[in-house]
């Protein structure tokens, strides 16, 4: 069964992808990709108390849904947050933590150690006590998130945001789970019809067997193939270059999620940004 999409608006930061309109000339295949250090997430929504409180890997995913036009988080939409991992980082610690004597936990590592802390912290930042949802499905993450937000989409009609990231864990973790890069995409979907600045209409379609879109770039395929949210990264190409086409997404058991986009006239043509 297809189930049908429209695409609002898209969030991203990655290394040497610093945002949504900065990425379209590397997605677009006019500039070579490169690992460039991350830029410095303002986190302006958040009040100052819960700023010093984040994470790198929190930040990262408020960075990648604050790039959403505010114009279309008012009302804010439920919002489903896809991680595969969680926040190793905080993990590490109190694992470190309970090695000591009296076994310090930080009560602020506690607070952010549970799996949903992004989508609780964006419902602070959005100042709305809307339905949030975080899940995980390993590499599978992004798809399961994917149709996680179609179906809540499909059943009320009312607009998802989904929000899929990833951050390299420490070591010792890093060589049971060697993630490249951090990663997060934000994408703000709805029911298929177009509507004004609609940058794309999306259809998801489970299938049988393995199937994965790569890229063609080898720097942004290395990125996409270490970091299970950058397995977005086929699909944004395809929607930069304004052509209409489908990429795989791996699902699970063996599974994989096809992804069709049509684009619509909300996204500004290649000719207009140059190399």
């Known amino acids: 069964m297809s189930l049908p999409l429209r695409l609002d608006a898209v969030g991203i930061v ?12 590397v997605l677009r295949g006019l500039r070579p990709h490169a690992f460039e250090p991350l830029p410095r997430p303002a986190l302006d929504r958040l009040p100052a108390r819960e700023r010093r409180r984040v994470t790198p890997t929190i930040a990262l995913a408020l960075a990648a849904a604050g790039e959403v036009p505010p114009a279309l988080l008012d009302p804010p939409p ?21 090695n000591l004597p009296d076994r310090p936990v930080s ?16 419902s602070i930042a959005l100042g709305a006590g809307v339905p949030m ?3 995980s499905a390993y590499d599978a993450s992004l ?81 996409r193939a270490g970091n299970p949210a950058a397995r977005v990264l086929p699909l944004l190409a395809l929607l930069a270059r304004g ?14 999620l096809r992804i069709g986009l049509e684009p619509s006239a909300g996204l500004e043509p290649s000719a207009d940004l140059g190399a």
Do not use: Q
């Not at 439920?78 to 309970?98: H, N, Y």
């Not at 994917?146 to 070591?171: I, K, N, Q, S």
């Open 133 to 135: 949802t975080s899940l």
């Open 78 to 98: 439920v919002a489903v947050f896809a991680c595969s991992g969680g926040d190793t980082e905080v993990i590490d610690r109190i694992c470190r933590a309970l």
């Open 143 to 223: 798809a399961a998130g994917f149709l996680e937000a179609a179906t809540g989409v499909l059943d009320d009609g009312g607009p998802r945001l989904l929000v899929a990231y990833d951050t390299p864990p420490p070591p010792p973790l890093w060589a049971h789970r060697p993630l490249v890069a951090p990663f997060a995409v934000a994408l703000l979907l709805g029911p298929g019809t177009n509507e004004p600045g609609t940058l794309a209409r999306l259809r998801l379609d489970l299938e049988e067997g393995p199937d994965e879109t790569v890229m063609d770039d080898p720097s942004l395929e290395r990125l």
């Open 107 to 122: 009560p602020a590592n506690f607070h952010n150690s549970v799996h949903n802390a992004p989508a609780g912290y964006w």
């Open 243 to 256: 052509g209409a086409g489908s990429v795989a997404l791996p699902y699970l058991k063996g599974g994989s």
């Open 14 to 25: 990655g290394p040497g992808l610093p945002g949504w309109t900065e990425s379209l000339p």
